[in-house]
């Protein structure tokens, strides 16, 4: 597992797709904070609300874009089934692409801290930034970027196509982080049973530990939709000897 791990990762950071991602996420959320509709400049309080909004529909995007070519890549060239020949079970293959796409990720998200750091040094002191809100925002944001990475993955391992794979991308990931909201809100959902499918998806638990309360439950409910979509892709990875 550990060969798969270093050799994605050095597959990452020796294309342009990883720098670009990184730099896109960044400088786009840079813009939107202190140019443009989200200005922190011209607000009469301090927050970054406004990066927290916009970041898990860049995520949306990004994630399924540095994720679809783990396994379709690999499908298309016909590397998978000599990497299956290995000495790792598939569930070290999956875990291996997983941790890898994770790592990457985890060098796009830390870059971002520079904003708490810029717009609490700004801060006046009567009107300091909400530390405990940002922080349970920034664990928010960090464990949807991780759903989104097993959603990907998994993604890339039921199809040979990299576009494909982006694509089934972004849709589930819109799905599990906004489609179960929407449609919690139509009318013959009111009631006991809005509550109940927005719970089933990302964006309620997301609010949740961006309010600062960092609730097991949603710790939990992270851990498990990954869990889901990572056992999903290796019995995707499996159905190749049925």
Partial sequence: MTAILKKEINLFFSSLIAYISMAVFFVVLALNLFIFQGNILDSNYATLDAFFTLAPWILLFLIPAITMRTFADEKQNGTIEFLTTKPVTDFQIVIGKYLAALILWTFTFLPTLIYFVCVKKLSLAEAPIDSGATYGSYIGLYFLGAVFVAIGIFSSSI???QIVAFLVGVFLCYLMY???FRIS???VFQGQLDYFIQSIGLN???????????DTRDIIYFISVIALFIIGTR???ESRKW
């Fill in 178 to 180: 906004d489609a179960f």
């Fill in 204 to 214: 309620a638990h997301y609010d949740s530990i961006s309010r600062g309360v960092v």
């Fill in 235 to 237: 019995t995707a990875l």
């Fill in 159 to 161: 199809t040979n196509n």
């Fill in 185 to 187: 809100s139509l009318q």
